[in-house]
């Protein structure tokens, strides 16, 4: 392999980013650690949802698919499939879990979206690994809403789902006299 001169993406210290396959964190620094006695670059991010810290070779930030938040126009479009009408797969149910995941740790909003439409449709319903696929990915997308926003998780939750809501029905008390 031929060593790059440069990173593909350059990131700061204290920037928020997104790692796929983890989510949302916060890269603390970046540094060099020994490796079998090299010294390999790395940018090392705490995923504080998770309490997780990961270290990612700058020379595999595209590989990885380590990304900053997205932009607001791409989470409006994200919030908009996931509030759109169900796409039926009749696939059976090993494969569709697999194409989920694979959606969801994709790191893209779109995708993971798509997995909230799909699957949000029988949330009350669904069984346990529907439940437990579909909150993986609301909380990916919830956790974007957060940091790009600065908001708490049930206003970006509610912010993503809200079209899901039970219809309102009408107050009896606002009835137009005929």
Request: with cysteine.
């Given at each position: 392999m031929i060593?790059?001169?440069?990173?593909?993406?350059?990131?700061?210290?204290g920037e928020v980013v997104?790692?796929?396959?983890?989510?949302?964190g916060r890269v603390e620094r970046i540094t060099e650690i020994a490796i079998?006695?090299?010294?390999?670059p790395v940018i090392e991010i705490a995923l504080e949802e998770k309490q997780l810290r990961a270290k990612v070779p700058l020379a595999k930030v595209a590989t990885v698919g380590l990304r900053r938040l997205a932009s607001r126009a791409e989470l409006d479009?994200?919030?908009?499939?996931?509030?759109?009408?169900?796409?039926?797969?009749?696939?059976?149910w090993a494969r569709r879990s697999v194409d989920y995941m694979t959606k969801i740790n994709s790191g893209q909003?779109?995708?993971?979206?798509e997995v909230v439409r799909d699957l949000g449709r029988r949330a009350d319903g669904a069984s346990?690994?529907?439940?437990?696929?579909?909150?993986?990915?609301v909380d990916r997308l919830v956790a974007e809403l957060v940091a790009l926003d600065g908001i708490d998780r049930?206003?970006?939750?509610?912010?993503?789902?809200?079209e899901r809501?039970?219809?309102?029905?009408?107050?009896?008390?606002?009835?137009?006299?005929a």
């Amino acid at each position: 392999m031929i060593p790059s001169s440069k990173p593909m993406l350059a990131f700061s210290e204290g920037e928020v980013v997104v790692h796929p396959a983890h989510g949302v964190g916060r890269v603390e620094r970046i540094t060099e650690i020994a490796i079998a006695g090299e010294m390999l670059p790395v940018i090392e991010i705490a995923l504080e949802e998770k309490q997780l810290r990961a270290k990612v070779p700058l020379a595999k930030v595209a590989t990885v698919g380590l990304r900053r938040l997205a932009s607001r126009a791409e989470l409006d479009d994200a919030c908009k499939i996931a509030q759109d009408r169900p796409r039926i797969s009749r696939a059976v149910w090993a494969r569709r879990s697999v194409d989920y995941m694979t959606k969801i740790n994709s790191g893209q909003p779109n995708l993971v979206a798509e997995v909230v439409r799909d699957l949000g449709r029988r949330a009350d319903g669904a069984s346990y690994s529907e439940r437990l696929i579909f909150e993986r990915a609301v909380d990916r997308l919830v956790a974007e809403l957060v940091a790009l926003d600065g908001i708490d998780r049930e206003t970006a939750r509610h912010r993503l789902l809200r079209e899901r809501a039970q219809p309102r029905v009408a107050d009896p008390d606002t009835r137009v006299a005929a």
